[in-house]
């Protein structure tokens, strides 16, 4: 069957403050020594599997123009604008009614355009396992990743023990992101994995529970899927897709959906959901700071240091993020990085809009 992929690249990364900002949010900025984006990376690591002219990217009108310069090789009539944001299972439904216009049926690889992955051969025999679920029946099939210490910032996935044929385990629930206690039960009962956000699924199937379970959103799907490719798909859209309600696809359609199969992804996956993954990306010195630019560091251990050119000098200091752009400097103690979003929400109530 044919295979298929849609990118999701519409998020604002706002955990990356300064350097991701509206304008420029982490799925187009390179946090690797290569200099590639991670929405490059993303693309870059799927085309083994899925020919260039079947890879969508979900984006909204703002990032249009950076999606078409960073990734030339994706046709124009593939990067889906959305008209305003409406959480994943929107978003994933325009993928699907694009897909289903092109093909009577297909596989359907749904990711994030943010997340880095270590080993890539082991990356795409879990996808390739994923695709083999997934054609049976209207299997829905997401990827676990296997934890390895109680992450309270990831929702989890339940899975019973019984394993199928192709190495996938029927899945018991999703549950959202637990405290500290209940994340170490789940590690302790070894029936636990962490969403990873990635689901492979036939478009059919999808569209059929999306009937089923959001028929509101499936209607106005359909609208939209009828004009596409017709000269009143721009309006269509714009005037149907705000209409839509915001509803993620975990609560929409997998915490009700029946047939739900998960595989353990064991490929080094990283979500890089804040400044604290640079640790995870980039290679500490010595002294175990992570540090790219203009830096001098005097009795300071363990910090994240990123500027350019401007010199950054840190003195007896521990434990710190400090992040320097143009036009803003964050500094910040590790433990805090969760806070970083309440920057953004004070810049946004002081009206300071150039700094968002």
């Known amino acids: 069957m044919k ?16 350097k991701s900002r509206k304008s420029l949010p982490k799925q187009f900025l390179s946090l690797t020594d290569d200099g590639r984006t991670m929405i490059q990376l993303t693309v870059e690591r799927i085309r083994p599997l899925v020919d260039i002219e079947d890879i969508y990217i979900s984006t909204n009108r703002d990032y249009k123009e950076l999606v078409a310069d960073q990734l030339p090789e994706i046709r124009p ?4 604008c959305e008209p305003v944001g ?19 049926d297909a596989l359907m690889m749904v990711l994030p355009s943010d997340h880095l992955i270590k ?50 385990y029927a899945v018991d629930g999703f549950v959202e992101k637990p405290d500290l206690n209940t994340a170490r039960a789940y590690l302790e009962t070894e029936e636990y994995l962490w969403n990873s956000g990635m689901f492979i699924w036939k478009v059919s ?31 269509t859209l714009e005037k149907v897709f705000p209409q839509l309600e915001s509803v993620s696809i975990d609560y929409g359609i997998m915490e009700k959906a029946k047939d739900i199969y998960i595989l353990p992804g064991v490929f080094g996956w990283d979500d890089v959901g804040s400044w604290l993954a640079v640790e995870r990306i ?12 203009n830096i001098i560091t005097i009795h300071s251990k363990n910090n994240i240091i990123q500027g350019g050119q401007k010199l950054i000098a840190a003195v007896g200091l521990e434990n710190m993020v400090i992040v320097d752009t143009d036009d803003a400097t964050l500094i910040c103690d590790k433990d805090s990085t969760a806070d970083i979003k309440m920057v953004l929400e004070n810049l946004k109530i002081c009206n300071r809009e150039e700094y968002l």
């Not at 009539?77 to 889906?80: A, D, F, G």
């Not at 439904?93 to 289903?100: E, K, M, P, T, W």
């Not at 980039?282 to 630019?293: I, L, R, T």
Request: glycine share 10%; charged share 25%; hydrophobic share 35%.
């Open 3 to 18: 295979k298929t992929a849609l990118i999701m690249a519409g998020g604002r990364g706002e955990r990356f403050w300064p």
């Open 77 to 80: 009539e593939n990067i889906l």
């Open 86 to 104: 409406r959480n994943t299972a929107p978003c994933i439904g325009l993928g699907a009614v694009h897909i289903a216009k092109k093909y009577d």
């Open 119 to 168: 080993y890539q051969k082991m990356y795409l025999h879990a996808l390739k396992d994923a695709c083999a679920v997934a054609q049976r029946d209207r299997n829905l099939v997401t990827i676990g990743i296997m934890p390895d210490y109680p992450e309270t910032g990831y929702g989890y996935i339940k899975f019973r023990p019984e394993e199928t044929d192709e190495g996938a």
């Open 205 to 235: 199937s999808i569209l059929h529970n999306m009937k089923e379970f959001l028929p509101d959103i499936y209607d106005g799907l359909c609208k939209i899927g009828e004009a596409v490719g017709t000269d009143r798909q721009e309006l």
């Open 282 to 293: 980039q290679k500490p010195n010595e002294s175990g700071n992570v540090v790219k630019g």
